[in-house]
């Protein structure tokens, strides 16, 4: 196993990535949001399953595990192969809860949480966050990696957002599981204090012989100082940390997105400056934003480009002087033709991000029908949006193609064609009769279709437009962040 490396996304299997990057001991806090489809009926999620869907795989914006052949495989390797008392635990799971969604993200969970075990170090810290789907069988399983003993809070993140239900109680809390790796993890208190109200206490601040504010408080005749400038940490009830709502200037469009200011205090709480913090759930990358923004190492894992894109673009927007390195992403044309073998939706996603567009998704209608994906900028002053519509092809195709792209681009400023194989000299004549787009900002003319084979973006070529930097609105801009600690609240 190589040298650890941070500051970087990695994209792939965070199992593989895991066992292929990361040494043993080497990370100081671990935060992850595992995906799961907490928001199907509570029954369906224990419906017996056929084992007939395609392979597992987490795809960005849904969370699905499914019981499927490779599901069955790590709930073998587990029970086999695997530390014996989880192993234990894992077989009566199953024993008692069958071949269903909530049983793959167990097993699935279970033989990465052995890994995160394993990369942690004896001060480190890991923070699972859940809802209560599945938490009480999270704990279990983590009672068993890591020790009863090594259990230090149960944090419940309560908010108002989102709707409210008629037949129960809204749900409206989300359960944090915090285990350190030994009795040695590390806990900063006074990086999460939150400053003392003396009216809470409804007793006379008074100052003793160093000039230190304090309130007292005599019990059973023994007086209990409590410093005003010593602060005290918030209770494993977090109220005071609000979800994101779809108006929040740091919302990005992922479903799942947690708040800063809730990873901020996690970070501080279990880690210093110049620690390395890892999340191999990555998605859209809070925790590697907070953890950039307070000054320590950070690695990212997804395992679709599209999660890759986003925080790419996030980093960059939030930090523009950044450096990071992406790891996995194919980097000639052989490894863009594995990719497009493997997984032809990854391989669109990436595509899409070599040029900056945005991706639609699997299902379009209407007029967007047969548009992979888009890059809107802005042409005139005071003016709507305008297009650039993309189309991603990874097998051989013809001047038809061109035709098509004609077509649907017809009421969009450019249509765009990436190709994997080089297009052809009837293709290429096709996208010149096409003719012009003329820009009223720039009083420019662009090719009003363009054919990009993979092998040019590979090498710098990109979208002939309006310059992005000045004219693209097409994903949500994440502020830009300041380097500073987490504003704390007061108590």
């Known amino acids: 196993m190589s040298e650890l490396k941070t500051n970087v996304l990695y994209f792939g299997d965070n199992l593989e990535i895991l066992r292929k990057y990361i040494p043993d001991n080497s990370i100081d806090l671990i935060y992850l949001d595992p995906p799961f489809n907490s928001k199907k009926d509570y029954n369906i999620l224990f419906k017996e399953s056929g084992g007939v869907d395609s392979e597992a795989q987490i795809k960005a914006f849904t969370d ?38 909530v049983m793959a993200y167990l097993v699935m969970m279970t033989i990465r949480l052995v890994e995160l075990h394993r990369v942690l170090k004896p001060t480190g810290s890991l923070y699972l966050h859940c809802d209560p789907t599945a938490s009480h ?38 359960t ?35 000039g230190r504010k304090y309130q007292r408080n005599i019990k059973a005749g023994k007086e209990y100082r409590y410093y005003l400038d010593k602060g005290v940490l918030p209770n494993d009830w977090w109220h005071d940390l609000q979800a994101l709502n779809p108006a929040a200037k740091e919302r990005l469009g992922f479903d799942t997105q947690k708040p800063l200011a809730l990873l901020e205090r996690i970070i501080q709480a279990s880690s210093n400056e110049g620690d390395v913090v890892l999340d191999p759930f ?40 950044i450096q990071f390195e992406v790891i996995g992403e194919p980097e000639d044309l052989a490894g863009a033709k594995s990719l497009a073998q493997q997984d032809r939706y990854q391989f669109q996603w990436w595509a899409l991000g070599l040029i900056g567009a945005r991706p639609l998704g699997e299902k379009k209608k ?126």
């Open 64 to 101: 699905t595990w499914h019981w499927t052949q490779i599901a069955q495989d790590t709930y073998h390797e587990i029970v086999t192969k695997g530390p014996l008392k989880v192993g234990k635990l894992i077989d009566a799971l199953h024993d008692a809860i069958g071949n269903n969604d």
């Open 137 to 174: 069988y999270l704990k279990l399983v983590l009672d068993q990696i890591f020790g009863p003993a090594n259990f230090r809070n149960e944090i419940v993140w309560c908010y108002d957002t989102g709707g409210r239900s008629t037949r129960a109680f809204p749900r409206k809390h989300d």
């Open 176 to 210: 944090i599981l915090c285990y350190g790796r030994t009795d040695k993890a590390g806990f900063y208190y006074d990086n999460v204090a939150l400053p003392r109200d003396p009216t809470t206490m409804h007793e006379t601040v008074v100052v003793d012989s160093h």
């Open 282 to 321: 990555c998605g859209c990358g809070t925790a590697v934003v907070a953890a950039q923004k307070l000054n320590r190492k950070w690695i990212g894992i997804d395992i679709t480009h599209l999660a890759i894109n986003l925080m790419r673009n996030r980093l960059k927007d939030s930090f523009p002087s």
């Open 366 to 491: 209407g007029a967007d029908k047969g548009i992979d994906g888009i890059i809107s900028f802005i042409d005139e002053v005071g003016g709507k949006a305008r297009r650039v519509i993309v189309q991603v092809k990874s097998g051989h195709i013809g001047v038809n193609a061109v035709r098509e792209l004609e077509t649907v681009a017809k009421n969009d400023a450019i249509g765009v064609l990436i190709t994997l194989e080089p297009p052809t000299s009837p293709m290429k004549v096709e996208a010149v009769d096409a003719g012009y787009y003329h820009s009223p900002i720039w009083d420019k003319d662009y090719p009003k279709i363009q054919i990009l084979a993979i092998k040019e973006l590979l090498y710098g070529k990109t979208v002939d437009m309006p310059p992005q930097t000045q004219t693209s609105i097409t994903f949500a801009r994440a502020p830009k962040v300041s380097k500073k600690g987490g504003e704390q609240l007061t108590l």
